[in-house]
């Protein structure tokens, strides 16, 4: 089966621009978390998704980060403006259903900002 | 809460066994073990469910103490493919799951 895929690979911007990243994940897979990944740390969680619709947002920092999930398939995830302590890998990754399930990981969006 | 892993590095001699700690202050439905390797995305090893079972992956293989809120993960007569940053990722006992990780331990296996 192809993989969960994601785009741009690489991203670098000035502060205060705005991007966007994009993710397309496993056909079928009803679960889609995008992860933030700072260097040498752990994925840390900004939302995660049922299909279409939001599960877990609490970390995420609404004032400048927004998610969708359109139609329960692709997902787009965007900042703005941007700020220093944004730059990370931005990862995308799905799963079948909420337990139990094993996480597909896409290759990662690495954001610079400088 | 992100779990906690212990050690965060280790480097082996290729045969050699390492074990990777993973604990949690919460109750945890299940534990989940993936590996990255650097500029690459984590790829799943294995999920262990409450119960205390013990699963295993080639040489790898791990066990979850529910009661501890603890998981292990031990690496057996190691290989240079081994080499990579582990990650426990912890599922809670809420409505929904959601999946947290910890730190990361970084493996270096030598020839």
């Known amino acids: 089966e192809a993989g969960v895929a994601q785009s741009p690979r690489y991203k670098i911007i000035e502060k205060r621009q705005s991007v966007a990243f994009w993710c397309n994940p496993i056909?079928?897979?009803?679960?889609l978390y995008w992860y933030q990944q700072i260097l040498g740390q752990g994925p840390k969680l900004l939302i995660q998704f049922q299909n279409n619709g939001v599960v877990d947002d609490s970390q995420l920092p609404k004032d400048r980060f927004s998610a969708e999930r359109l139609k329960g398939v692709d997902s787009t995830l965007k900042i703005q403006p941007a700020k220093l302590e944004d730059s990370a890998v931005y990862l995308c990754?799905?799963?079948?259903?909420?337990?139990?399930?094993?996480?597909?990981f896409g290759n990662g969006t690495r954001l610079t900002v400088t | 809460q992100q779990p906690v892993q212990s050690p965060q590095a280790v480097i082996l001699r290729e045969g050699e066994d390492a074990v990777i700690n993973c604990s949690s202050s919460?109750?945890?439905?299940?534990v989940h073990w993936y590996r990255q390797k650097h500029g690459e995305a984590p790829v799943f090893l294995m999920i262990l469910l409450k119960g205390g079972e013990q699963k295993g992956h080639e040489k790898i293989s791990a066990s979850f103490n529910e009661k501890k809120q603890q998981s292990s993960l031990y690496l057996t007569a190691s290989q240079l493919s081994y080499s990579g940053t582990y990650f426990c990722g912890t599922e809670g006992l809420a409505g929904y799951s959601t999946l947290t990780f910890g730190k990361g331990t970084m493996l270096l296996v030598s020839p």
């Open positions: 919460k109750a945890l439905y299940s």
């Open positions: 990754a799905s799963c079948r259903s909420s337990y139990n399930s094993p996480l597909h």
């Open positions: 056909s079928g897979h009803a679960t």
